[in-house]
């Protein structure tokens, strides 16, 4: 191409090649930018940083294990190498000529070997002709068949050669082994002992950057086979949802936490620590292993992200968040609906494969909180699924007129905090109804729900009491008859915890201001009759006893909230809040009308029916006319999944977060409201529970556990046919409260702390099933008997139905692998045995702590152990010598001396059955079960021990 | 500080921008002295101040910066440059021409320039400087990716990508039909029909305004006002639903605005007759239908017997009639704006029947 002159352009092109040769020159170094730019990532960075502290860890561990080897042996082995290699040396010759031999034998076995083969499979080729053509009648048949029967020969006779070639070729290696046999086992044996050493010698030689490693990872190579690589998990049962369709998870976190699912590395900086559960999670034994559960689908965040900010990572708090910000240029995950839950929350995951169980094992927050849940009656007013057949939490207001009085029930509706603490909520005078307006019309509507609830409420007739009782007394059986395992008295102090079993049934404070005497004496006697679904069981009071605790309960008030004033209505105001909810449905002109008509009474019962309705205070109390009525507030059951813009948070200036969200509206549910405008029917209606911030917070697990993820039958918790067995039992125990007196699956028995007698506490049940027949254990549910008649803490009388019984029973014997319901249990009473037994009853001095019959005087309850009158109606046979054998084995810590530590008889019972230990307990078994008789029952005795 | 901002935020709600931004572009076309180094290059610095003071208001920079609305101010400035170019190479021709001296264009070269080197050279420079900028961009800002599509939840607010913004602002002011479909193929067909329309062969090769002042004043209007603007406004100023913003306002997806919009026929029924309305759909909506034939058939005649002598007679009844349904129909667009900012009004003619509204 010839260059036009100069002259002839529009422009000067020196200047344009200077300008391409500047473009050009940028453009390369931009491109170089953007290799590097894409080269670069956080997680190499991190997984090189892994390498060396690994490297560091593992060398150290090459010293350890160096130092473990037993140097003296390998010395020893080395000079037998050494004596070996020097024999040989000696027999250079014969040696050589050995392995000159073998070198030939090998040789011609190769040769042999390959013929062999190649003629096997032109045999078998041959083979497969000749069968279709003889299937198919071809003339080649027979020809064919005549090659097949000389290959046939040919095969076999090189199949012979090889076999006496294999025998020369073995021959020849025994004699090279002669001389050098011994120097491989030594070298074997060397190898095994430093066996462990090696392997991490490996891995340090793995770790090493070598130039391999550089060009490897180099930009632009690094597509063949890099060693600094993304790590993922691909996760086919736990899908995400994506809205058009679901995709597996994909979890990139081992990218940087390399190791998190290995022992070994709980002291490495994040992100290499060790997952710290790994007996739970990510472990390949554990329930939970990290290739088919993963990470995601417990932390949440972003699965497939590889950078810190991009896998959606949550501070903890304020000042972490500062951290990051600085450390890693945190900041919230641009529109990623499901970051990552913070570690107080994260048991939030468990619910959404566990929620066929009453409660997750380990997940101690999360039961808690569910507890919570239950404890409030959230499900009362927010639909949850899974929730539905509970029972309402508050009580039955069927008969509230014969409790309570008009003046106290209008002043605890009003602020029940102020009378003491309760779970029920304060639905007036809130953070948006504070204004005097709002408060006087708050006071007409509380006026007129005490109307209406006295309205429909019907009357019982208390006879009046026969005679006193000594408070005193009842305070002293209060306190120790078990009352306190589901009843706390005042304000529950620092020691009670979140959802504490002992917050389950109301506080007793204030109970002389609340209600009368009569009534009081009546519902102890008989909760049933006055709430027929009640939890609170029957103690079999004596009338006496009754009438004690009644005295000591009727002393309990509270003269403040006494004194308080029940404000005056003013009636004018009444007309305009019956004339607003009679607009709601009618005309102003006919609402007028219709107002005309009514009389107080009326007007009252409409605002009450109203604002009940309104407030949902059905929710947690059955109340006359509102049997089908709808729930009033929103539905939970997916309530952590909900976006995070379908919350409203109004002019509240808080962190825009869900759980900063669920914990401001637990704390203060109508703080949204604050600074707008709104009407009194338009206000959030939510009560104010006075959740404790612990309270919230663990109310806000909750809440982000109700998600709209679903997960695929076989990934969720699957309950196997025992803890299916189990789960009927558990529910039961968990809805009247056991734990709170007894220990089960190793939590409850809250009561202790009132005891501080650890002889006079509940006993704990953990080996009950395996301890006690079901059918004793059956009837004693039924009617409870004293079996340690020194305790004053009683069992009550729940009132089970069979079928409830039932599941108990099955219950305990399932969780503690025992046949329900029919047992066969094999026994003898051989004479001389029971009489051995005796013997040794006797020598072993049982009755120092058991009695039979009586309660020996003056040992003190700590000392004191069952009435073995019972023990033939009541245990197991084969249990009680499990217990004799070894009984810190079953209950650690139990005062049941060991008398056979490990088997061993001690001295002086060296007489007795030869000294043989088995022989010894069945004996004493055997005449343990002789002390009840056959005959003899417990007696079952009413009001009292 | 705070009353500037607010003085900015009343100054840009919508009628009030597009009434000064009309008045702003008729006057400065006709400003000779506008268009010239100097008062290019303040611009230019005032442009930069005022984004870059503006920076300092949280709200203005997070809208800026919003990764999808770079390429808008990128284009904002592009386009200023542009037209302030052209129009000062039009204006100094014309200088140039009323000394009768030949435009600068004939100057520079003869007839004939080289494709080689001359013009593939440049384009080989231009396409290396454009791969230096995408590339550039491409590694200082991520791509914007948006949340997972849902079904269920809607983006607020949920923009048309920045090109079709224009449309989209339209959308408020007309039915989706024409909004959506007749007037993009008109602008599309109004395009391609233009060197037909258009036969003036003046500022072939050069640039000039005087010679070509009524077409060039009428191209840009169309597409400085009623399309860069309109992309312009719904970029930065229309906010969570859909609602007007000022630039230093807070996207609060709780900001309600009354939307009371009554059609024509309401007008004329309810308001000045005082009956209710027809029944019938062609009874109520017959005062419609007569001011949208009006405007389109009665009105050009008018126009050509009255004001726009000169050009019917030079462009022949065809092309007139071509152009001026053109012209009107784009007219169109500031007026409804106008009416529903002034009288709240929805439709002009309402057959909710057969889903035909205008």
Known sequence: ?945 | MQFVKDLFNFLSSPAIFFTLVIVLFFVALRTRRLWTDRVGTVALVAVVVYFVVSFFDPNFKKVVTAPDNVPIVGMLFLIGFFAWFSLKQAYENDDRMARGEPPAEKLETDEKVWCWPDLVYTELIALLVASIVLLVWAILIEAPLEEPASITVAPNPSKAPWYFLGLQEMLVYFDPWLAGVVFPSLIILGLMALPYIDTNPKGNGYYTFRERAREIALFLFGFLVLWVFMIMTGTFLRGPNWNFFGPYEYWDPHKLVPLNNINFSEFIWVRWLGTGLPQQWLAREIFGILVVLAYFLALPPLLARRWLNDIHRKMGAARYAVGIVLILSMIALPIKMYLRWIFNLKYIIAIPEFFFNI
């Not at chain 1, 190769?110 to 069968?131: C, G, H, I, N, P």
């Not at chain 1, 704390?667 to 707008?676: H, L, M, N, Q, Y």
């Not at chain 1, 066969?824 to 009755?847: I, K, N, S, W």
């Open chain 1, 1 to 945: 191409m010839s260059t036009p002159k100069k002259s002839d352009h529009a422009h000067d092109i020196g200047k344009l090649n200077v300008i391409f040769g500047v473009t050009c020159c940028v453009l390369v170094v931009v491109m170089i930018w953007m290799v590097l730019d894409d080269y670069t990532r956080e997680w190499k960075d991190y997984q090189r940083q892994f390498n060396r502290l690994d490297m560091e860890k593992t060398r150290r561990e090459v010293a350890q294990a160096r130092a473990q080897v037993d140097r003296r042996k390998i010395q020893e082995l080395q000079k037998q190498r050494q004596e070996a290699e020097k024999r040989i040396e000696q027999k250079r010759k014969d040696y050589e000529v050995a392995r000159h031999e073998l070198a030939k034998a090998e040789a011609e076995w190769y040769e042999v070997d390959q013929d062999q083969r190649f003629a096997k499979a032109t045999y078998d080729s041959l083979r497969y002709d000749y069968e279709v053509a003889r299937e198919e009648k071809r003339g080649s048949a027979q020809k064919l068949g005549r090659e097949l029967a000389e290959t046939e020969k040919g095969l076999a006779d090189l199949t012979a050669r090889l076999d006496a070639a294999t025998a020369r070729k073995d021959s020849a290696q025994a004699r090279v082994n002669e001389y050098v046999g011994q120097i491989a086992v030594i070298g074997k044996e060397m190898a095994g002992m430093r066996f462990q050493q090696t392997r991490l010698q490996q891995k340090v030689e793995r770790l090493q950057t070598n130039p391999v490693f550089y060009v490897r990872n180099a930009p632009m190579l690094d597509f063949m086979n890099p060693s600094l690589d993304i790590n993922q998990y691909i996760l086919d049962n736990l899908h995400m949802d994506i809205n058009f369709m679901t995709i597996p998870r994909v979890d990139r976190c081992t990218t940087c936490h390399l190791a998190i699912d290995q022992k070994g590395y709980e002291n490495m900086p994040q992100p290499f620590r060790s997952h710290p559960r790994l007996d739970l999670f990510l472990a390949a034994d554990s329930p939970h292993p990290i290739d088919s559960v993963g990470c995601t689908s417990c932390h949440l965040g972003r699965d497939r992200g590889t950078t810190f900010g991009t896998a959606a990572h949550t501070p903890r708090d304020a000042k972490q968040e500062e951290q990051w910000k600085k450390k890693y240029h945190w900041h919230p995950m641009h529109r990623w609906d499901y970051p990552m839950l913070t570690l107080n929350n994260v048991e939030a995951s468990c619910y959404k494969c566990h929620a066929s169980e009453s409660y997750v094992q380990g997940a101690d927050r999360l039961n808690t909180a569910l507890r919570l849940f239950e404890q409030s009656g959230c499900f009362g007013c927010h639909k949850v699924k899974g929730f539905e057949e509970l029972r309402k939490t508050g009580p039955d207001l069927k008969y509230i007129a014969s409790k309570v009085d008009k003046d106290w029930t209008y002043k605890w509706i009003e602020s029940p905090r102020e009378f003491r603490h309760t779970r029920m909520p304060q639905f007036f005078h809130l953070t948006n109804t504070n204004t005097p307006e709002d408060r006087a019309r708050s006071q007409v509507e509380i006026h007129s729900m005490v109307e209406y609830l006295f309205s429909v409420s019907e009357r019982l007739k208390y006879s009046l009491l026969k005679g006193g009782g000594s408070a005193p007394r009842g305070q002293e059986l209060v306190n120790t008859l078990g009352c306190l395992g589901c009843h706390v008295v005042g304000e529950p102090g620092d020691n009670v915890q979140v959802a504490d079993r002992r917050l389950f049934g109301p506080n007793l404070a204030g109970m002389g201001s609340k209600t009368t005497r009569e009534w009081i004496y009546h519902w102890i006697k008989d909760p049933s009759h006055y709430f027929s679904r009640t939890y609170m069981p029957r103690l079999r009071l004596s009338d006496q006893e009754a009438l004690d605790i009644t005295a000591y309960l009727a002393s309990l008030r509270n003269p403040e909230f006494e004194k308080r004033p029940v404000p005056k209505i003013d009636p004018k105001l009444r007309d305009d809040v019956a004339l607003y909810y009679l607009h709601q449905h009618m005309r102003e002109k006919e609402a007028r009308e219709e107002l005309q008509k009514m009389s107080d009474g009326d007007k009252d019962v409409l605002i009450g029916q109203r604002a009940i309705q309104q407030y949902g205070c059905f929710g947690c109390h059955d109340i006359r006319g509102f049997e089908r009525a709808q729930s009033v507030g929103v539905e939970l059951t997916e309530e952590g999944s909900k976006l995070l813009d379908r919350l409203d948070f109004g002019f509240a200036r808080i962190e825009h977060t869900k759980a900063a969200w669920f914990f401001q509206k637990l704390k203060d549910p109508r703080i949204f409201d604050v600074g707008k405008v709104k009407r009194r029917e338009e206000k959030l209606k939510m009560p104010n529970f006075h959740f404790t911030d612990r309270e919230a917070s663990h109310l806000v697990t909750v809440l982000l556990s109700f998600t709209k993820e679903r997960v695929p039958a076989e990934a969720r918790k699957v309950l196997d046919a025992r803890e299916a067995q189990m789960e009927a039992g558990r529910r039961l125990i968990k809805s009247r409260n056991c734990q709170a007196c007894h220990v089960l699956e190793n939590t409850g028995g809250d009561i202790f702390a009132t005891i501080a007698d650890s002889g006079l506490r509940p006993p704990i049940l953990e080996p009950e099933g395996e301890k006690v027949k079901s059918e004793w254990l059956f009837r004693f549910l039924k009617e409870p008997s004293p079996i340690r008649p020194w305790l004053k803490v009683r069992m009550p009388t729940f009132d089970f139905t069979d079928t409830e019984l039932n599941n108990i029973v099955t219950y305990f014997a399932s969780r503690h692998h025992q046949v329900f319901p029919y047992v066969t249990y094999d026994y003898r009473f051989p004479p001389e045995q029971v009489a051995a037994g005796r013997h040794l009853f006797t020598v072993m001095r049982c009755l120092n702590c058991h009695f039979t019959g009586t309660v020996p005087a003056g040992v003190s309850a700590e000392d004191l152990a069952p009435d073995l009158t019972m023990a033939r109606e009541r245990l197991r046979p084969d249990w009680i010598v499990r217990w004799m054998e070894d009984p810190q084995k079953i209950q650690p810590g139990t005062r049941m001396p060991t008398y056979y530590p490990e088997g061993k008889v001690a001295d002086q019972l060296q007489g007795i059955l030869k000294g043989d230990a088995g022989q010894q307990i069945l004996a004493m078994r055997d005449y343990v079960l002789t002390l009840g008789g056959r005959s003899q029952s417990v007696p079952a005795r009413a009001g009292g021990h």
